[in-house]
């Protein structure tokens, strides 16, 4: 199913966009959505999805960081964006960042992370909530597990920056409500 979805939705994207693409791209595509999937599925899943996707505020004291990117496999190019906002729902911010040579869609989220947290240093906030919708990348952000994947240098790096923060905390949600 995922990859009728997958083709079907490359093939519109083709049709009435001029966007074409690559064969392995759409197969690394279909083998990342799947691997999200299947950790989603995982019983041992620390953070949940939740039917109702509304935005909730964070506990007072601390400002939610919304981040999310797109990414565009032709060029390797994402642009990534920030969102800020306190307890009341008040905007505390708002940045864009484009960024070059990026290899795959999870580095692209990894860095839309990471230039979260160097937006939130920026702003000095100093207890934060970041929520990607990317659920490999928050996995390997609250977990201790090294591995050779690039990613993992990348989250080396954010658990780095992240010690310049009193409290902080990664959190998945669905795309809907991101």
């Not at 940045?95 to 839309?112: G, K």
């Not at 905390?169 to 991101?178: G, K, L, Q, V």
Request: positive net charge; hydrophobic residues 45%; aromatic residues 12%.
């Amino acid at each position: 199913a995922i990859s009728l979805w997958a083709l079907w939705y490359k093939r519109n994207k083709l049709v009435n966009e001029g966007l074409n693409f690559e064969l392995h791209d759409l197969v690394s595509f279909i083998q990342n959505y799947y691997q999200d999937l299947s950790f989603a599925k995982a019983k041992d899943l620390t953070v949940g999805m939740k039917r109702n996707t509304l935005w909730r505020p964070p506990m007072p004291g601390f400002i939610k960081l919304n981040f999310d990117t797109s990414f565009v496999s032709i060029t390797n190019l994402s642009i990534s964006a920030v969102l800020a906002r306190d307890f009341e729902g008040l905007i505390m911010g708002a940045c864009t960042y484009p960024m070059m040579d990026i290899a795959d869609a999870f580095m692209a989220e990894a860095r839309a992370c990471e230039r979260a947290i160097y937006f939130a240093l920026d702003m000095g906030f100093r207890k934060v909530v970041l929520k990607g919708d990317l659920l490999t990348v928050i996995k390997k952000l609250v977990s201790n597990n090294t591995d050779r994947y690039v990613l993992c240098h990348i989250s080396q790096h954010i658990q780095g920056l992240a010690k310049a923060f009193e409290e902080i905390t990664y959190n998945f949600i669905p795309r809907e409500a991101n």
